[in-house]
């Protein structure tokens, strides 16, 4: 079965941080891009960061960029967030998400998602 | 970047009823649109990619339409398991999704 799990997630203070992961199965985790999508509580979806399949090509929203670090380690079919500065703006349920396209270096569907991870930064 | 507005936010509709929504992109998307379905408390699902593509496994009472800028998403008979939020999501440039649509039963 194709599936994704994420981990990580927990109570953290603003300005603190945290590391977020997302176990792969079922599917050759190296031949895919990855990517990770917010959904803040009661609100919509929010695209977070992209990273190709080799970890070459790596994209973040604005909002996130210089504060959260996408990687991947193909060797142990896992993706990961670091996510650092944490403020209140970014409480919000993670989902790591795979690409529906193998042959892009760029972020387009997202077919499987993990089950989310829910990130709570408060004081 | 590039921003899609999905409208309506909400609507209720009856078993059997055809349901449309539509999302517009700020700027010429070309087909690089693809819409979700929520339920609460669930992971999104996707259901149709590059515009009107459907996913594999999803029903074909869903379908999609539209380029450039303007798109549709039209259920054709409503289900009673169809209650979820819809989002649009465009991939041109970075990707970014619409505000969502509520479908409720009436």
């Known amino acids: 079965e194709v599936q994704l799990v994420e981990s990580g997630g927990g109570l953290v203070q603003p300005g603190g941080s945290l590391r977020l992961s997302c176990a792969a199965s079922?599917?050759?985790?190296?031949?895919?891009?990855m990517n990770w999508v917010r959904q803040a509580p009661g609100k919509g979806l929010e695209w977070v960061s992209y990273?190709?399949?080799?970890?070459?090509?790596?994209y973040y929203a604005d909002s996130v960029k210089g504060r959260f670090t996408i990687s991947r380690d193909n060797a142990k079919n896992s993706l990961y967030l670091q996510m650092n500065s944490l403020r209140a703006e970014d409480t919000a349920v993670y989902y790591c998400?795979?690409?529906?396209?193998?042959?892009?270096?760029?972020?387009?569907?997202?077919?499987?998602w993990g089950q989310g991870t829910m990130v709570t930064v408060s004081s | 970047d590039i921003q899609m507005t999905q409208s309506p936010s909400s609507l209720s509709a009856s078993v059997g009823d055809r349901v449309t929504i539509t999302c517009q992109a700020s700027?010429?998307?070309?087909?690089?649109l693809n819409w979700y379905q929520q339920k609460p408390g669930k992971a999104p699902k996707l259901l149709i990619y590059?515009?009107?593509n459907l996913e594999t496994g999803v029903p074909s009472r869903f379908s999609g339409s539209g380029s450039g800028t303007d798109f549709t998403f039209t259920i054709s008979s409503l289900q009673p398991e169809d209650i979820a939020t819809y989002y649009c999501?465009?991939?041109?440039?970075?990707?970014?999704f619409g505000g969502g649509t509520k479908v409720e039963i009436k």
């Open positions: 999501q465009q991939y041109d440039n970075l990707p970014t």
């Open positions: 079922g599917f050759t985790f190296s031949s895919y891009e």
């Open positions: 990273i190709s399949s080799s970890g070459s090509t790596i």
């Open positions: 590059d515009a009107s």
């Open positions: 998400a795979r690409d529906l396209n193998t042959v892009t270096t760029s972020p387009d569907a997202f077919d499987i």
């Open positions: 700027q010429d998307i070309s087909n690089y």
